[in-house]
């Protein structure tokens, strides 16, 4: 790496975690020479922007903020030649932990000045791209409600304290799935669509997902209501796909869901819009720069 630029989303993270920041790009200038330059943004849709523009003079993009702004960079670096690194100042930062990178940012700055990179899928809804996964349904209307100041205030709380009245609420919704051409039909609870294993930094909810096969692994969870939803968490966490009524495993390379009513889409944790929307894997598509110890499957 020479010419790095770092792009920090100034809401995400507190003092602390900034000053960290600094310390680890003073530390890239005078141990590996690096050419760094920090922008920071001023609103959402910021980092996208700055990353196609940077892209263009430099070897590496460091999304410094939430998953939501190393998704926004990544859709600026799909398709180039720049890698993405990432400095962790989020609520979940589910991608940092999916690397066993630190969630100290210092540490994990220090981590990439020894890294190696990867090339890895990334899907695609609609024209958006993600990293993680996307949701569609339950999660996405969980999503929806939680806004930036509650994950400031209360962590990763906010979203088990918003769930509660969406849960009340949740009603399974007729659905049609074309999983590469081939048909599932339910009342559509939560569908996720993952390249990626953990959810939510905390369950390998789609424990087969590779960054690297050239498919999007999809669970299902079909249902009436939130009184379903026990059923299908025991068998997310005993691996009951198949078995457990409701619950469904696959892969595929595009996914289509229509519903009877729209339903919330979320990818890697931002709210996106309803269905109907059609879902790719774009094999290959971007380099990642991880630490030296972290293989990627
Ligand atoms: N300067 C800014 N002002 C307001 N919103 C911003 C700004 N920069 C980025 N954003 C938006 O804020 C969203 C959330 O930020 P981010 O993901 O960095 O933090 P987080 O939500 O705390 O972390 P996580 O996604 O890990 O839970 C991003 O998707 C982005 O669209």
Known sequence: MKRVTVI???????AHQRRAIAKGITEWRSNQGWQVRLRETRRAGDATTFAREEAKRNDLIVAAGGDGTINEVMNGLVGTDTALGALPVGTGNVWVRELHQSLNPLHAARQLADGHVELVDVGQANERYFLLMAGIGLDAAITREVRSADKKRLGRLAYVIKSLPVLWRLR??????SLDGEPLKGNALFVLISNSRLYGGVLNIAYR????DGMLDVCTMMGDSALDAPKLLAGILFR????IEGLEY??????????????????????IGTTPMTFRVVPQALRVLLPRTTEIN
């Open 8 to 14: 920090l989303n100034p809401m995400a993270g507190n």
């Open 172 to 177: 399974g919704t007729r659905t049609r799935i």
């Open 240 to 243: 009951g796909y198949g078995m």
């Open 250 to 271: 696959r892969q595929a390379r595009e996914i289509e869901i229509a519903c009877s009513k729209p339903l919330p889409i979320q990818v890697d944790g931002d709210a």
């Open 209 to 212: 997902a590779a960054m690297r």
